[in-house]
Protein backbone atom coordinates (compact mmCIF):
# COMPACT_ATOMS: atom_id res chain seq x y z
CA UNK A 1 0.00 0.00 0.00
CA UNK A 2 1.49 3.65 -0.98
CA UNK A 3 0.31 6.51 1.08
CA UNK A 4 0.49 10.05 0.50
CA UNK A 5 1.11 12.13 3.81
CA UNK A 6 0.36 16.13 3.58
CA UNK A 7 1.29 17.93 7.31
CA UNK A 8 0.20 21.59 7.40
CA UNK A 9 -0.19 22.15 10.96
CA UNK A 10 2.19 24.97 11.71
CA UNK A 11 5.04 27.08 9.78
CA UNK A 12 6.32 23.96 7.53
CA UNK A 13 4.76 22.12 4.70
CA UNK A 14 5.92 18.75 4.63
CA UNK A 15 4.53 16.13 1.91
CA UNK A 16 5.90 12.08 1.76
CA UNK A 17 4.55 9.29 0.11
CA UNK A 18 5.09 6.11 1.86
CA UNK A 19 5.03 2.52 0.43
CA UNK A 20 4.39 -0.91 2.61
CA UNK A 21 6.92 -2.66 0.94
CA UNK A 22 9.28 0.06 0.05
CA UNK A 23 9.58 2.54 2.79
CA UNK A 24 9.91 6.00 2.67
CA UNK A 25 10.36 6.87 -1.42
CA UNK A 26 10.01 10.72 -1.40
CA UNK A 27 9.99 13.60 0.87
CA UNK A 28 9.89 17.01 0.72
CA UNK A 29 9.47 20.00 3.46
CA UNK A 30 9.45 23.95 2.80
CA UNK A 31 9.88 26.03 5.73
CA UNK A 32 7.80 29.16 6.32
CA UNK A 33 10.81 30.35 8.80
CA UNK A 34 12.06 33.46 6.45
CA UNK A 35 8.26 34.55 6.41
CA UNK A 36 7.67 34.54 10.23
CA UNK A 37 11.09 35.35 11.46
CA UNK A 38 10.44 39.66 10.87
CA UNK A 39 7.45 38.86 13.26
CA UNK A 40 9.67 36.82 16.27
CA UNK A 41 6.28 33.83 15.97
CA UNK A 42 4.35 32.03 13.89
CA UNK A 43 1.83 34.63 12.00
CA UNK A 44 -1.60 32.22 11.69
CA UNK A 45 -2.89 33.76 8.83
CA UNK A 46 0.10 33.56 7.03
CA UNK A 47 0.77 30.84 7.79
CA UNK A 48 -2.17 29.57 6.34
CA UNK A 49 -1.84 31.20 2.95
CA UNK A 50 1.72 30.19 2.40
CA UNK A 51 0.62 26.66 2.85
CA UNK A 52 -2.48 27.30 -0.10
CA UNK A 53 0.27 28.34 -2.37
CA UNK A 54 3.03 25.28 -1.37
CA UNK A 55 1.36 22.50 -0.84
CA UNK A 56 0.30 21.52 -4.39
CA UNK A 57 3.49 22.11 -6.03
CA UNK A 58 5.51 19.95 -3.30
CA UNK A 59 2.60 16.87 -3.88
CA UNK A 60 3.69 17.14 -7.86
CA UNK A 61 7.64 17.08 -6.22
CA UNK A 62 6.99 13.76 -4.86
CA UNK A 63 5.23 12.43 -7.25
CA UNK A 64 7.64 12.93 -9.71
CA UNK A 65 10.68 12.40 -7.80
CA UNK A 66 9.30 8.74 -6.35
CA UNK A 67 7.55 8.31 -10.20
CA UNK A 68 4.48 7.66 -8.76
CA UNK A 69 1.28 8.14 -10.91
CA UNK A 70 -1.97 9.44 -8.95
CA UNK A 71 -3.44 6.32 -9.34
CA UNK A 72 -1.03 3.87 -7.97
CA UNK A 73 -1.51 6.14 -4.49
CA UNK A 74 -3.57 4.36 -2.02
CA UNK A 75 -4.92 6.49 0.71
CA UNK A 76 -3.97 9.63 1.36
CA UNK A 77 -2.99 11.00 5.08
CA UNK A 78 -3.46 14.21 5.87
CA UNK A 79 -2.73 15.99 9.74
CA UNK A 80 -6.31 16.72 11.20
CA UNK A 81 -4.64 18.31 14.70
CA UNK A 82 -3.68 19.50 16.82
CA UNK A 83 -2.62 22.35 15.58
CA UNK A 84 -3.54 26.18 14.40
CA UNK A 85 -7.16 25.65 12.58
CA UNK A 86 -6.96 27.71 9.67
CA UNK A 87 -3.13 25.88 8.78
CA UNK A 88 -4.61 22.28 8.96
CA UNK A 89 -7.56 23.04 7.01
CA UNK A 90 -5.66 23.74 4.24
CA UNK A 91 -4.13 20.51 4.09
CA UNK A 92 -6.89 18.76 5.60
CA UNK A 93 -9.46 20.15 2.35
CA UNK A 94 -6.69 19.34 -0.17
CA UNK A 95 -5.76 15.61 1.25
CA UNK A 96 -9.84 15.09 1.82
CA UNK A 97 -10.47 16.42 -2.18
CA UNK A 98 -7.35 14.50 -3.73
CA UNK A 99 -8.45 11.07 -2.55
CA UNK A 100 -11.85 12.01 -3.19
CA UNK A 101 -10.66 12.90 -6.86
CA UNK A 102 -8.35 9.37 -6.71
CA UNK A 103 -11.04 7.30 -5.51
CA UNK A 104 -8.97 6.47 -2.72
CA UNK A 105 -9.47 6.08 1.08
CA UNK A 106 -8.53 9.16 3.09
CA UNK A 107 -7.42 9.74 6.87
CA UNK A 108 -6.77 12.51 9.44
CA UNK A 109 -3.96 11.72 11.80
CA UNK A 110 -2.73 12.92 15.15
CA UNK A 111 -0.16 15.37 14.75
CA UNK A 112 1.52 14.17 17.97
CA UNK A 113 0.95 10.28 17.21
CA UNK A 114 2.97 11.53 13.72
CA UNK A 115 5.94 12.64 15.94
CA UNK A 116 5.54 9.29 17.80
CA UNK A 117 5.61 6.96 15.36
CA UNK A 118 8.67 8.61 13.28
CA UNK A 119 11.68 6.93 15.15
CA UNK A 120 9.99 3.31 13.68
CA UNK A 121 10.65 4.52 9.95
CA UNK A 122 14.37 4.63 11.25
CA UNK A 123 16.33 1.30 11.69
CA UNK A 124 16.76 -0.51 13.78
CA UNK A 125 13.71 0.57 14.91
CA UNK A 126 12.34 0.12 18.40
CA UNK A 127 9.69 -2.79 19.57
CA UNK A 128 6.94 -2.26 21.62
CA UNK A 129 6.25 -1.40 23.96
CA UNK A 130 8.13 1.84 25.19
CA UNK A 131 8.37 4.86 26.79
CA UNK A 132 8.20 7.99 24.53
CA UNK A 133 9.24 11.47 25.53
CA UNK A 134 7.57 14.22 22.93
CA UNK A 135 9.63 17.00 23.16
CA UNK A 136 8.15 19.73 20.84
CA UNK A 137 7.25 23.69 20.31
CA UNK A 138 3.88 23.04 21.85
CA UNK A 139 4.19 19.82 23.77
CA UNK A 140 6.44 17.76 26.50
CA UNK A 141 4.66 14.69 27.25
CA UNK A 142 5.81 11.35 28.89
CA UNK A 143 3.74 8.72 27.00
CA UNK A 144 3.26 4.86 27.98
CA UNK A 145 2.84 3.13 24.49
CA UNK A 146 1.86 -0.84 24.07
CA UNK A 147 1.17 -0.29 20.34
CA UNK A 148 -0.33 2.08 17.74
CA UNK A 149 -2.92 4.22 19.20
CA UNK A 150 -2.13 2.28 22.49
CA UNK A 151 -1.38 5.45 24.60
CA UNK A 152 -1.42 6.16 28.37
CA UNK A 153 -0.07 9.68 29.16
CA UNK A 154 2.05 9.33 32.24
CA UNK A 155 2.63 13.21 32.59
CA UNK A 156 3.49 16.04 30.94
CA UNK A 157 4.28 20.01 30.82
CA UNK A 158 1.76 21.94 33.10
CA UNK A 159 2.90 25.01 31.64
CA UNK A 160 5.07 25.83 28.54
CA UNK A 161 6.31 23.20 26.26
CA UNK A 162 10.11 22.40 26.60
CA UNK A 163 10.57 24.10 22.77
CA UNK A 164 8.32 27.02 23.93
CA UNK A 165 10.56 27.65 26.76
CA UNK A 166 13.97 26.94 24.52
CA UNK A 167 12.22 29.75 21.59
CA UNK A 168 11.65 32.13 24.90
CA UNK A 169 14.62 32.21 26.29
CA UNK A 170 16.04 32.70 22.50
CA UNK A 171 14.37 35.59 22.18
CA UNK A 172 15.11 36.96 25.54
CA UNK A 173 19.37 36.31 24.74
CA UNK A 174 18.23 38.38 21.28
CA UNK A 175 18.44 35.27 19.25
CA UNK A 176 16.44 34.94 15.49
CA UNK A 177 13.34 33.19 15.42
CA UNK A 178 12.99 29.93 15.78
CA UNK A 179 14.98 30.02 18.88
CA UNK A 180 15.93 26.73 19.74
CA UNK A 181 18.41 25.47 17.66
CA UNK A 182 20.32 29.29 17.74
CA UNK A 183 20.23 28.89 21.58
CA UNK A 184 21.91 25.59 21.36
CA UNK A 185 24.81 26.87 18.89
CA UNK A 186 25.10 30.08 21.44
CA UNK A 187 25.43 27.49 24.16
CA UNK A 188 28.45 25.31 22.21
CA UNK A 189 30.26 28.16 23.44
CA UNK A 190 29.21 28.59 27.04
CA UNK A 191 31.33 27.62 30.32
CA UNK A 192 28.66 25.18 32.30
CA UNK A 193 30.46 26.14 35.24
CA UNK A 194 29.91 29.66 35.45
CA UNK A 195 25.53 29.85 36.48
CA UNK A 196 23.40 27.11 37.70
CA UNK A 197 19.88 26.80 36.83
CA UNK A 198 17.25 24.96 38.54
CA UNK A 199 15.65 21.73 37.43
CA UNK A 200 12.03 22.37 37.69
CA UNK A 201 9.87 19.40 39.75
CA UNK A 202 12.58 17.53 39.59
CA UNK A 203 12.67 17.23 44.22
CA UNK A 204 9.17 15.63 44.28
CA UNK A 205 7.73 12.42 43.13
CA UNK A 206 6.06 12.30 39.70
CA UNK A 207 6.15 12.80 36.07
CA UNK A 208 4.71 16.23 35.26
CA UNK A 209 7.21 19.06 33.94
CA UNK A 210 7.13 22.98 34.00
CA UNK A 211 9.55 24.84 32.20
CA UNK A 212 7.68 28.62 32.22
CA UNK A 213 9.92 29.47 35.40
CA UNK A 214 13.45 28.71 33.51
CA UNK A 215 12.95 31.30 31.01
CA UNK A 216 11.76 33.99 33.48
CA UNK A 217 15.29 32.65 35.74
CA UNK A 218 17.38 33.37 32.13
CA UNK A 219 15.66 36.45 31.97
CA UNK A 220 16.68 37.35 35.37
CA UNK A 221 20.29 35.85 35.16
CA UNK A 222 20.73 38.24 31.54
CA UNK A 223 19.49 41.34 33.91
CA UNK A 224 21.67 41.25 36.65
CA UNK A 225 25.03 39.66 34.42
CA UNK A 226 24.94 42.21 31.48
CA UNK A 227 25.51 45.58 32.91
CA UNK A 228 28.74 44.14 34.85
CA UNK A 229 29.73 42.04 32.21
CA UNK A 230 33.24 42.24 30.44
CA UNK A 231 32.76 40.39 27.79
CA UNK A 232 28.48 40.08 26.94
CA UNK A 233 29.09 37.89 24.37
CA UNK A 234 30.15 35.39 26.90
CA UNK A 235 27.66 36.13 29.37
CA UNK A 236 25.21 35.80 26.98
CA UNK A 237 26.55 32.05 25.54
CA UNK A 238 26.70 31.34 29.20
CA UNK A 239 23.05 31.84 30.32
CA UNK A 240 22.38 29.57 27.28
CA UNK A 241 24.73 27.12 28.21
CA UNK A 242 23.25 26.93 31.66
CA UNK A 243 19.30 26.76 30.35
CA UNK A 244 19.99 24.31 27.99
CA UNK A 245 21.41 22.28 30.91
CA UNK A 246 18.70 22.80 33.06
CA UNK A 247 16.45 21.67 30.38
CA UNK A 248 18.46 18.85 29.24
CA UNK A 249 19.03 17.59 32.92
CA UNK A 250 15.36 17.85 33.97
CA UNK A 251 13.88 15.77 30.53
CA UNK A 252 17.10 12.55 31.40
CA UNK A 253 15.56 12.67 35.23
CA UNK A 254 12.30 12.58 34.25
CA UNK A 255 12.61 9.97 31.16
CA UNK A 256 15.03 7.60 33.75
CA UNK A 257 11.84 7.80 36.81
CA UNK A 258 8.95 7.38 33.30
CA UNK A 259 10.89 4.04 32.45
CA UNK A 260 11.04 2.74 36.21
CA UNK A 261 7.45 3.58 36.59
CA UNK A 262 6.38 1.95 33.27
CA UNK A 263 8.28 -1.06 33.82
CA UNK A 264 9.89 -0.45 30.24
CA UNK A 265 13.52 -0.50 29.21
CA UNK A 266 13.13 1.32 25.46
CA UNK A 267 12.95 4.74 25.37
CA UNK A 268 11.98 6.84 21.90
CA UNK A 269 12.16 10.80 21.53
CA UNK A 270 10.57 13.09 18.83
CA UNK A 271 9.64 16.04 18.25
CA UNK A 272 11.88 19.13 17.60
CA UNK A 273 14.01 19.40 20.94
CA UNK A 274 14.89 15.64 20.55
CA UNK A 275 17.25 17.29 17.86
CA UNK A 276 19.19 18.78 20.43
CA UNK A 277 23.00 17.64 20.30
CA UNK A 278 23.18 17.46 23.92
CA UNK A 279 20.37 15.95 25.32
CA UNK A 280 20.99 13.02 22.96
CA UNK A 281 24.74 12.51 24.39
CA UNK A 282 23.32 12.93 28.02
CA UNK A 283 20.49 10.63 27.54
CA UNK A 284 22.33 8.01 26.03
CA UNK A 285 24.48 7.73 28.07
CA UNK A 286 22.16 7.79 31.11
CA UNK A 287 19.86 4.85 29.86
CA UNK A 288 22.68 3.05 28.65
CA UNK A 289 23.88 3.12 32.43
CA UNK A 290 20.31 1.37 33.28
CA UNK A 291 20.48 -0.98 30.63
CA UNK A 292 18.01 0.71 28.63
CA UNK A 293 17.76 1.77 24.82
CA UNK A 294 17.27 5.03 23.40
CA UNK A 295 15.91 5.98 20.05
CA UNK A 296 14.99 9.03 17.50
CA UNK A 297 14.68 10.20 14.23
CA UNK A 298 16.90 11.29 12.10
CA UNK A 299 17.57 15.66 12.64
CA UNK A 300 15.16 16.61 10.13
CA UNK A 301 12.10 14.01 11.03
CA UNK A 302 12.59 15.57 15.07
CA UNK A 303 10.85 19.18 13.81
CA UNK A 304 7.77 18.48 11.41
CA UNK A 305 7.45 16.55 8.46
CA UNK A 306 5.02 14.87 6.12
CA UNK A 307 6.83 11.51 6.27
CA UNK A 308 5.52 11.03 9.79
CA UNK A 309 2.09 12.01 8.56
CA UNK A 310 2.50 9.50 5.53
CA UNK A 311 4.01 6.59 7.86
CA UNK A 312 0.65 6.80 11.03
CA UNK A 313 -1.37 7.12 8.09
CA UNK A 314 -0.04 4.13 6.27
CA UNK A 315 -0.60 2.16 9.63
CA UNK A 316 -4.31 3.32 9.79
CA UNK A 317 -5.33 2.74 6.35
CA UNK A 318 -3.86 -0.68 6.00
CA UNK A 319 -5.31 -1.66 9.47
CA UNK A 320 -9.05 -0.72 7.08
CA UNK A 321 -9.51 2.81 9.02
CA UNK A 322 -10.55 6.11 7.07
CA UNK A 323 -13.02 8.78 7.51
CA UNK A 324 -16.19 10.13 5.65
CA UNK A 325 -16.04 12.60 2.94
CA UNK A 326 -17.03 14.91 6.31
CA UNK A 327 -13.69 16.01 7.89
CA UNK A 328 -13.18 17.88 10.66
CA UNK A 329 -9.72 19.47 12.21
CA UNK A 330 -9.23 20.19 15.62
CA UNK A 331 -6.92 22.68 16.80
CA UNK A 332 -7.03 20.92 20.33
CA UNK A 333 -7.02 16.69 20.45
CA UNK A 334 -6.05 14.55 23.12
CA UNK A 335 -3.55 11.61 22.36
CA UNK A 336 -5.40 8.95 24.28
CA UNK A 337 -8.85 9.00 22.56
CA UNK A 338 -7.21 7.57 19.53
CA UNK A 339 -7.60 3.77 18.16
CA UNK A 340 -5.49 1.15 18.54
CA UNK A 341 -4.14 -0.51 15.69
CA UNK A 342 -2.88 -3.67 15.41
CA UNK A 343 0.91 -3.34 13.94
CA UNK A 344 2.93 -4.44 11.20
CA UNK A 345 5.66 -5.09 13.79
CA UNK A 346 2.96 -7.66 15.50
CA UNK A 347 0.99 -9.04 12.26
P1 LIG B 1 3.94 20.57 18.16
O1 LIG B 1 4.56 19.41 17.47
O2 LIG B 1 3.90 20.43 19.64
O3 LIG B 1 2.64 20.96 17.57
P2 LIG B 1 5.79 22.14 16.61
O4 LIG B 1 5.27 21.31 15.51
O5 LIG B 1 5.90 23.60 16.42
O6 LIG B 1 4.92 21.84 17.93
P3 LIG B 1 8.27 20.79 16.22
O7 LIG B 1 8.28 21.17 14.79
O8 LIG B 1 8.23 19.36 16.55
O9 LIG B 1 7.20 21.60 17.06
O10 LIG B 1 9.59 21.36 16.89
C1 LIG B 1 9.92 22.72 16.86
C2 LIG B 1 10.52 23.06 18.20
O11 LIG B 1 11.75 22.36 18.39
C3 LIG B 1 10.84 24.54 18.35
O12 LIG B 1 10.43 24.97 19.62
C4 LIG B 1 12.36 24.56 18.19
O13 LIG B 1 12.98 25.63 18.86
C5 LIG B 1 12.76 23.24 18.82
N1 LIG B 1 14.07 22.77 18.37
C6 LIG B 1 14.44 22.38 17.14
N2 LIG B 1 15.74 22.03 17.10
C7 LIG B 1 16.22 22.20 18.36
C8 LIG B 1 17.50 22.02 18.98
N3 LIG B 1 18.56 21.58 18.30
N4 LIG B 1 17.60 22.30 20.31
C9 LIG B 1 16.54 22.73 21.00
N5 LIG B 1 15.32 22.93 20.48
C10 LIG B 1 15.15 22.68 19.17
MG1 LIG C 1 7.85 24.52 12.97
FE1 LIG D 1 5.26 19.26 15.53
Known amino acids: ?49 DHVRKTLPLIHQVLEESETTPSSIDGVAYTAGPGLIGALLVGSALGRSLAWAWGRPAIGVHHMEGHLLAPLIETPAPEFPFVALLVSGGHTQLVDVAGIGDYRVLGESLDDAAGEAFDKTAKILDLPYPGGPELAKLAEHGDPARFRFPRPMTDRPGLEFSFSGLKTFALNCLRTELPKAEDPEQTRADIARAFEDAV ?10 ALKTAGRRRLVLAGGV ?5 LRERMNAAIAAEGGETYYPRPNFCTDNGAMIAYAGWHRLQAGQHEPLSFRPKARWPMEGLSRVQSATQL
Open 1 to 49: MRVLGIETSCDETGVAIYDGDLGLIAHAVYSQIEIHAQYGGVVPELASR
Open 248 to 257: VDTLVIKCRR
Open 274 to 278: SANRR
